[in-house]
């Protein structure tokens, strides 16, 4: 599948190709073909226990997969919010610049694997809700 | 860390940094930082059994990571082998161009994370060992 630039505006879901034979499950991320930005970050999240996330990025798209385990995140633009059960390798979340997400209900073998497209000083967070309510009300009006 | 450039000579150990608190553990890899080279590909290995790998990239840098459970990573550029147990979240293996490598040992948790910078279009598999011995000692002659 190549990502067209309509996938850029809104939170979705991206489907990831495997290869499956005998020797194991092999989930692929190509940069430009399945998602529409070059990673400058990966990070996993592993042990994860509560909440994490509270925030939005100004300018970072990201994509989320849970590589192993399950764990849920909820997503708002600013409007309704929208809860995806991080359950399936093979389906990846992924998240344009101003989502606010929390994710929570991490499995104990959950890996949440994270791909930005900025580094982490470059990054910059949201972290107070009424902020990104005010800020995604003004770029919707 | 910043990686400098005598770090794309051979493979070995890339030391990845880790925030820990009570939310779990956050294991992240930064482009031109952690890592000599941008990822063009993520691809993430799961319910792996048996042997995996058995050849070389010619032309494609590589890091390993264990991102859960273990397994081991036998390496070769043409002369003796090192086996390298992926054990460690914050410990990556990495590999540059024409280093033949042999995953095996799998735990049944294991999640093999790699990041690789060519597509999987653009890879140039080499996966002949007598063809690779040959190539490496032209290289080294």
Known sequence: M????????????IELSQATDARGILT???????????????????????????????????LI???????AVDVSTGGDWTTYDMVHRNRALFLPPMSWVRLHDFSSDAVCLVLADTSYADAVYIRDWEEF?????LKNS
Chains 1, 2 share one sequence.
């Open 133 to 137: 309510v005010r800020e995604t009300a």
């Open 2 to 13: 190549t990502v067209t630039a309509s996938r850029l505006a809104i939170p979705g879901w």
């Open 65 to 71: 997969v849970s590589a192993a385990g399950e764990f």
């Open 28 to 62: 692929s991320i190509e940069s430009r073909l399945d998602i529409p930005f070059e990673p400058k970050r990966v990070f996993f999240i592993t042990d994860a226990a509560g909440d994490r996330g509270n925030h939005a990025h100004r300018f970072t798209n990201q």
